[in-house]
């Protein structure tokens, strides 16, 4: 599932594979749902360990803010989550445009 249009489960672990090599077949096929971090502008979606545990994490964090399943510190905080967010999702609307026209 694109991370775009993934349902955040009450309650999850988030299993990350290495940048070269992923996740060995036994685990991928342990795990109950599969996440994919999207291309941007046409290129190969590669990222650090680090870097797409932080995806995964903030967007669930802000589909949780949005579905009011979450508090949030302030609502100077809300705010600007939201509007990183709209970009978010122009983002993700632009990528899926190119793949579409690649395709």
Request: charged share 25%; aromatic share 8%.
């Amino acid at each position: 599932t694109p991370l775009q249009h993934f349902a955040h489960p009450p309650r999850a672990v988030y299993v990350l594979g290495s940048e070269d090599n992923g996740l060995n077949r036994p685990i991928v096929e342990a795990c109950q749902c599969h996440v994919a971090l999207p291309k941007w502008f046409g290129r190969s979606a590669s990222y650090n360990v680090a870097m797409a545990g932080t995806l995964v994490m903030y967007d669930r964090m802000i589909k949780q803010l949005w579905a009011g399943d979450a508090k949030a510190p302030s609502d100077g905080d809300v705010a600007d989550a939201v509007d990183d967010a709209e970009r978010a999702d122009l983002l993700f609307a632009a990528a899926e445009a190119a793949e579409a026209e690649e395709a």
